[in-house]
């Protein structure tokens, strides 16, 4: 009966070293790690955009990074913050996302 308990302790006990991840190479985080001070959902993103100074090209490029414009000649009025995209004109579409960004609500961490 002894030798069936140190038996089983053994097996159980290698099964849950196997379970445990192993220390990373080198130093770097594993691949799954998430960093806690990036942005991380499309929102998150947008919102951080909003810090960027209101008007200027560089805030256009941090929503163009989010969402890649894509224009039409003749769009229709945005429905959503992904619409935002189609507006060709870079005033409009500026507009357009501050739009819909500055309606995020905006979460306590």
Request: overall charge positive; hydrophobic content about 35%; aromatic content about 6%.
């Amino acid at each position: 009966m002894k030798k069936a308990l140190t038996l089983i302790a053994v097996l159980y006990s290698a099964g849950a070293f196997a379970q445990s991840d192993p220390a990373p190479a080198g130093g770097k985080p594993p691949a799954h790690a998430k960093s806690h001070g990036a942005p991380k959902s499309m929102a998150e993103k947008l919102l951080a955009c909003l810090e960027i100074d209101d008007g200027t090209k560089d805030r256009l490029d941090c929503y163009d990074a989010i969402l890649p414009p894509k224009p039409k000649p003749k769009s229709a009025p945005a429905n959503g913050v992904v619409d935002c995209r189609y507006v060709k004109e870079e005033d409009e579409r500026l507009t357009c996302f501050n739009g819909f960004a500055e309606k995020i609500p905006k979460f306590s961490r």
